[in-house]
């Protein structure tokens, strides 16, 4: 099992430009969620999925969206990317819903600079 | 507003001593705290966790302590060794509406370990 993978693992964008970020996990987890990680800031919740066909706000949503494509899928787009979106990326995924006693799983992230 | 806050920022601990990393809380409806540990350019990995009906809970060298009256919990890594070296961060969990659920991350600690 590969887990959860990202795509891609780099990307340099111009400001205005868009993006999608790619996730896809092969556990047959239910819930799947997008962090932001930002020196001395943590990680950060963006959206997140809590099963197929749901997406729900986390904290820093605002240019950003998200498409929960299928089960094993959840993408995430940068309709005009800007500097302060400069981030490290990550995917994460849970067998569960529903259940606060509930492992994390990450992908290895996709670090983004935006000029 | 930060609701779980995270100290030391940085740790240097010599090989075999104890490292202890600090959490505290305000909100009461948290239930389940989970430790992630972080190596560089890698994504977070669950490393243990404790819900708030145990005072302890200890893995290994690792453990973690829990005082649910002054909202604060703990983790103690006990002969610490290099291989130790990465960011630790606690996380709590809480509903998020309905009947989903999601993680509030600390800001991280980063924790080194001298040979």
């Known amino acids: 099992n590969a887990g959860v993978t990202q795509t891609p693992k780099f990307q340099v964008l111009k400001t205005g430009q868009s993006m999608t970020l790619q996730c896809a996990q092969d556990?047959?987890?239910?819930?799947m969620y997008w962090y932001r990680q930002d020196p001395g800031m943590g990680l950060r919740l963006i959206y997140y999925?809590?099963?197929?066909?749901?997406?729900d706000k986390g904290e820093v949503p605002n240019g950003y969206n998200v498409s929960r494509l299928n089960k094993r899928e959840f993408s995430l787009r940068l309709e005009s990317a800007a500097p302060s979106q400069t981030s490290v990326y990550f995917c994460?995924?849970?067998?569960?819903?529903?259940?606060?006693?509930?492992?994390?799983?990450f992908g290895p992230g996709t670090r983004l600079t935006v000029l | 507003q930060q609701q779980v806050k995270q100290s030391p920022q940085s740790l240097i601990v010599q090989k075999g001593g104890i490292s202890i990393i600090n959490c505290a809380y305000e909100?009461?409806?948290?239930?389940?705290f989970p430790w992630y540990q972080q190596f560089p350019g890698k994504g977070p990995a669950l490393l243990i966790a404790?819900?708030?009906?145990?005072s302890e809970k200890k893995e290994g060298r690792f453990t973690i302590s829990f005082n649910k009256s002054a909202k604060q919990f703990s983790l103690h890594i006990m002969d610490s060794q290099p291989g130790d070296s990465a960011t630790y961060f606690c996380?709590?969990?809480?509903?998020?509406?309905?009947?989903?659920?999601?993680?509030?991350f600390g800001k991280g600690t980063l924790l080194t370990v001298n040979p």
């Open positions: 909100n009461t409806a948290f239930d389940y």
């Open positions: 556990m047959n987890h239910n819930s």
């Open positions: 994460a995924s849970s067998r569960l819903a529903g259940v606060s006693y509930n492992e994390q799983f």
């Open positions: 404790i819900r708030p009906d145990v």
């Open positions: 999925s809590a099963s197929e066909g749901t997406t």
């Open positions: 996380a709590a969990s809480t509903r998020s509406g309905g009947s989903n659920y999601k993680l509030t």
